[in-house]
């Protein structure tokens, strides 16, 4: 009788809004840790008082459907008895693509009748898919990729607005946090430790001016920037952990998009009729060359970055409880700067008009999945993948005086890792649940590097390694304990091995929340991180009379010691205050044996790789700051965010004395906001516009000795003055108008996004020009307009 009444009114409530465009909504619901279905959780349609209530309740599978819901802004309520109450707020739902929301139950600690716990893990941005991340973590979805003024729909700019990130490079997406080298991230994708998912991204970073991630295929992800949950390892800086979202698997839908990251075409649907098994792919190839021939300068000059990109994931189920996956993106670029080619008077990020650059990269990325719910209380899942990365490079130098070019340099860094994961979990009851996992990762590579001075007279070959492979491994174990639903407690151990030096390193990682009540809670996080070297450093060679000696293959890991406190206070139900201290201690840090202001802290603040040999790991750093966050989540057709940080960055190379770090821009205040308006007869077609300011400290960088550079010909900095100049601070305000128009059967998005709109002259970098014997600025990116269009249908 209950389930034909319900019945009756979904049939009658997509009766009356026949008027206005609908769309199906529908989704899987699964406990927290086990990953088990849900069977029964009601799924309501939030809706004023007095109004006919929508929704349904989750089958066998978990599984649930709700049809003929109205386009717009949507909010559920998801509740189930003997767990805890779920919220998500403004859902978009459109006419050109099903809604599909795959969500997780938390088993609630005491019952309905004594203490009620709403949550909102799956809506709410500071709660991440991690359930152990208790504090520095919060998660992003693809709306606000695509929202956020400035993004251009690239996940590492987005990240950019969140607290502890500092920006101020136009020309590279790189992430540095709270101080920390940009090379101290983890990059994981679903599961999968993964190399520098970016277009032109060199060996060294983590970063590039256009990223592989497509904002089309990517679910709720993670961004963690310290004390994180055991299961992370290799990182002292942050950690991306990235998730793909699976395709329809019962209509098949498709999607356009022009924009600046390029021509996209995206497609995705069941794999065969009657089956659940679902494939999503999405190809992209570069727009810059289009723009060039507009006449709209990128800031490049005359060169052309050429790049093409594919996401795919496959998911078929095993079974009833079982469900194998497979996913990737593949992605190849590349581009030349001609220094004869150079025009002068226009900004050129790259090139100079006194060399060449040639270079070309390729990175693929592969994994396969098979996750399977063992029981009612244990999950578990293996993966196994295979990344490979290619770059080739040369480059000349051009005489100043005959504009002949000669070969300055080449080099050629070739990786393959070939990767095993498994992950464990089990929840022994409402309190309590374990986790584990070991990974394993096999390294190849193929690394040459060669640099030639004075037109050829000296030959220099600093790397030259082949068919070298190594290993390592690592393993975690995490114990969570729910005391009340008030109190959280986390313990566990990370234990790391690498096989090319015997090094090990275990790390222990307690986190502690606690909700005062009101909306307020306070939390603790501390952990022990430990970072290989690049393993470039492990191989740069040091000449000898008998021929070469690898004088940086003993390095040991670089460590920190991180230290959080949060705290957290919900004004309101879409108004959140966040303010977290932190100290971050650094040591084991590679310097020279000589004394010296060299640091591997500072590596990342270039495009190459460090050269230094004969490091020992004597060097120390720390970090200390302060951040803040005011966000107000989107509700009444506006949302804000404001996000300020302040901190201080140091470190000591051999020398001993205290210096900035090239990363020590001691502030950065960014204000995100956004409003939309909703048009047409039936309020179904939306309008929206925002804007972004960002304020960054200026950089401190070592200053050029001038009179050196003129006697060699190039540039020579002065290290005995490192990173003691700082340079003007950064600013830069962004706009972003949007218009989203509702067809019969599609849906059409239109946007412009104005980047740097006040044309501020923020500096890239101070340069020597050999053919006018004077110090030159470059300056970044000018005023620059970004349109975009999609369609989905």
């Known amino acids: 009788m209950k389930a034909l009444l319900l019945a009756m009114i979904i049939f009658l409530s997509g009766t009356l809004s026949a008027q206005q465009s609908t769309q199906t909504v529908r989704g899987v619901i699964r406990d927290e ?12 349609l939030t809706q004023p008082e007095g109004t006919i209530p929508v929704g349904t309740t989750s089958d ?5 459907r709700i049809n003929g819901v109205a386009t717009g802004r949507q909010s559920f309520r998801v509740t189930m008895v003997g767990y805890e109450e779920q919220r998500l707020s403004d859902i978009v739902v459109t006419v050109g693509k099903e809604v599909i929301l795959n969500l997780s139950m938390t088993e609630a600690v005491q019952q309905l009748n004594e203490v009620m716990v709403t949550t909102d893990r799956s809506g709410d941005k500071s709660k991440t898919n991690n359930e152990l991340a208790l504090v520095s973590g919060r998660s992003f979805n693809v709306e606000d990729t695509k929202r956020y003024a400035g993004s251009l729909s690239d996940p590492s700019r987005m990240a950019a607005n969140f607290a ?30 993964i190399p520098n998912p970016n277009h032109f991204g060199s060996f060294s970073a983590t970063g590039g001016p256009v990223s592989m991630l497509n904002n089309n295929v990517l679910s709720k992800s993670d961004f963690m920037t310290s004390a994180f949950p055991a299961q992370y390892g290799n990182a002292l800086a942050a950690v991306f952990d990235l998730r793909l979202r699976e395709g329809n698997n019962q209509k098949h839908e498709f999607m356009g998009q022009i924009g600046f990251n390029g021509f996209e075409l995206g497609a995705e649907g069941p794999i065969a009729k009657n089956s659940k098994a679902s494939f999503l792919v999405n190809y992209r190839y570069s727009t810059m060359g289009v723009m060039k021939a507009l006449g709209i300068q990128v800031g490049t000059g005359t060169a052309v970055p050429d790049y093409q990109d594919l996401n795919f994931k496959l998911a078929v189920p095993s079974g009833k409880n079982g469900k194998l996956t497979l996913f990737g993106i593949l992605g190849s670029s590349d581009i030349q700067f001609l220094g004869n080619e150079v025009d002068t008077t226009l900004t050129n990020l790259y090139g100079t008009e006194n060399t060449n650059t040639r270079v070309r990269y390729a990175t693929n990325i592969v994994g396969l999945s098979y996750e399977h719910t063992l029981s009612p209380r244990t ?9 490979t990365t290619r770059e080739k490079f040369s480059g000349d130098s051009i005489s100043i005086v005959t504009r002949e070019a000669f070969l300055s340099g080449e080099s050629k860094y070739n990786t393959g890792k070939y990767s095993a994961v498994l992950h464990l979990r089990h929840k022994i009851n409402a309190k309590s649940s374990l986790y584990a996992g070991v990974t394993m990762d096999i390294l190849g590579f193929d690394l040459y590097n060669r640099a030639i001075y004075q037109g050829g ?9 082949k068919g070298e492979k190594t290993l390592l491994t690592q393993a975690y174990a995490q114990w969570k304990y729910r005391a009340s639903p008030k109190l959280v407690f986390t313990t566990g151990l990370h234990l790391q091995h690498f096989n090319l030096n015997n090094n090990v390193a275990l790390e222990p990682r307690i986190g502690l929340q606690y909700a005062m009540g009101r909306g307020q809670s306070v939390n603790l996080g501390y952990g022990l991180n430990s970072q290989a070297q690049n393993i470039y450093t492990y191989f740069i060679q040091t000449p000898t009379e008998s021929g070469v000696s690898y004088t940086n293959k003993d390095l040991d890991f670089t460590r920190s010691h991180h230290f959080v406190l949060s705290y957290e206070n919900r004004l309101t139900d879409n108004l959140l205050l966040k303010i977290e201290p932190y100290y971050q201690v650094l040591y084991n840090v590679p310097v020279e044996q000589r004394a010296s202001t060299f640091s591997a802290l500072n590596t990342g603040s270039s495009f190459g790789p460090s050269d230094r040999d004969s490091l020992m790991n004597e060097g120390s750093g720390k970090n200390l700051g302060i951040e803040l966050t005011l966000e107000r989540y989107f509700s009444q057709g506006y949302y804000f965010l404001v996000t300020t940080s302040l901190f201080d960055s140091k470190y000591k190379g051999s020398d001993k004395v205290e210096r900035n770090t090239a990363f020590n821009t001691k502030y950065v205040l960014n204000v995100l906001a956004g409003k939309e308006y909703k048009l047409g007869k039936n309020k179904d ?11 960054v400290g200026g950089k401190y960088f070592t200053p050029l000795n001038l009179e050196a550079s003129k006697i060699i010909g190039r540039a020579s900095y002065d290290d005995t003055q490192a990173f003691s100049v700082r340079q003007n601070p ?15 059967k599609s849906t059409m998005e239109f946007a412009l996004d104005l980047q740097n709109v006040s044309a501020s002259k923020n500096i890239f970098q101070q340069t020597y020009n050999p053919r006018t014997n004077r110090l030159v600025n470059q300056y970044q990116q000018g005023f620059f307009p970004v349109p975009y269009f999609r369609c989905t249908f």
């Open 33 to 44: 840790v086990s990953q088990s279905p849900v069977i029964g959780a009601t799924v309501l």
């Open 60 to 64: 066998v599978n978990g599984e649930f």
């Open 164 to 193: 502890g990130v500092v920006s101020g490079d136009d020309s590279r997406n790189d992430i540095v946090v709270r101080g920390n080298s940009p090379s101290g991230m983890l990059w994981q994708l679903e599961g999968l430790n």
């Open 379 to 387: 999950f578990a899942k293996l993966t196994l993948g295979m990344s």
């Open 457 to 465: 007279l000296i030959d220099t070959v600093r790397v030259d390694v």
């Open 685 to 695: 077609h939306v309008l929206g516009a925002s804007i972004r300011t960002t304020l």
């Open 730 to 744: 950064y600013f830069r305000t962004d706009l972003r108008f949007t218009f989203r128009k509702e067809m019969r």
